[in-house]
């Protein structure tokens, strides 16, 4: 009996031993599970992190490498041209006529003076604005719109206006009317005391001042040359004829005309535009007139009436 006791005592030890180290390997196990479960979720963590951080870094470097005339605007507050465009030699330009544009034998600048005959004044515009010799080897890149930097005069802040000068945008010319800021030199009499005059030497002597002058133009091409912004424009002029409109704002203006009839064109810096103003065709007095509408000064679509292409015989 003694020795049966005994034998069973071994066999229960045994069997709480076999017991013990079950749970104890099931323990390591779970403990292994959960390392490894650890290990492979950091791992996968770190991969991520890398893989945000190299997206991050080239999406920076495509920033840079690449911005939108909105966004040099926007962090410049200047002007800026739309970055593609079409690239003519000006040694072409200069050189091509207009009858030989209709052979379309001469690339771009071919097509170009076929759908706006005007630019044929471009080079003695551009030549007059530079001031200086223009090189054979140069070459002028025409945009389709640009984005201004506008000072309006209800707000100290500066607003982004998109501006077009394209003979076809969806299926219609758009050529955008700006305003200028020019200066004009006025006679003055100096500030002083009055007093009766004796005679017509006693008067005294204007004195010559400049003063800042709004003027108003319609953007034909937007170009880049020589690393400079340039638009060549065609003036209005303001209609000396009033009436009741004028009372409330509404100029008028007229095609600008140089002293044979011709259209007056210019070349100006795309800083010297203040910003754009809504133009519309006054048709009671006729074509080639027009109004400014002091209350509208953006426009979201081209004007299929009224504002059409320059005939060839400018």
């Not at 048709?283 to 292409?309: A, H, M, Q, Y």
Request: hydrophobic letters at 35%; charged letters at 25%.
């Amino acid at each position: 009996m003694q020795a049966q006791g005994s034998l069973q005592g071994n066999e229960q030890a045994h069997e709480a031993r076999r017991l013990h180290d079950r749970d104890r390997e099931c323990e390591l196990i779970f403990r292994l599970q959960d390392y490894l479960f650890l290990s492979l979720t950091q791992v996968r963590r770190s991969r991520f992190r890398s893989v945000a951080k190299i997206e991050l870094e080239k999406d920076q470097v495509m920033a840079r490498q690449y911005q939108t005339a909105f966004m040099l605007a926007a962090s410049s507050s200047q002007s800026q041209l739309y970055r593609n465009g079409m690239r003519i030699e000006w040694q072409r330009l200069d050189t091509i006529q207009p009858s030989a544009a209709a052979g379309g034998s001469d690339g771009n600048a071919a097509d170009l003076l076929r759908v706006q005959p005007e630019v044929r004044h471009l080079p003695h515009a551009l030549r007059a604005h530079i001031q200086d010799p223009v090189s054979p080897s140069s070459t002028l890149e025409i945009v389709k719109a640009g984005v201004l930097c506008s000072q309006v005069e209800w707000s100290a802040e500066r607003h982004l206006q998109t501006v077009h000068a394209c003979p076809e945008v969806w299926q219609a010319p758009w050529f955008d009317s700006v305003s200028v800021i020019g200066t004009e030199e006025v006679q003055r009499l100096p500030q002083g005391r009055r007093r009766r005059r004796r005679s017509e030497a006693d008067d005294p002597a204007p004195v010559p001042t400049t003063r800042e002058v709004e003027w108003y133009c319609q953007l034909r091409l937007l170009f880049r040359f020589e690393g400079k912004q340039m638009a060549f424009v065609r003036w209005y002029v303001v209609d000396p004829r009033a009436g009741i409109l004028e009372s409330y704002g509404c100029k008028g203006l007229k095609w600008e005309t140089v002293a044979n009839g011709s259209p007056r064109y210019d070349v100006i810096d795309l800083d010297m535009i203040k910003r754009m103003v809504y133009v519309v065709p006054d048709f009671s007095k006729g074509e080639g007139f027009f109004r400014l509408n002091p209350w509208k000064w953006d426009r979201g679509e081209p004007c299929k009436k009224g504002v059409t292409p320059v005939a060839a015989d400018d």
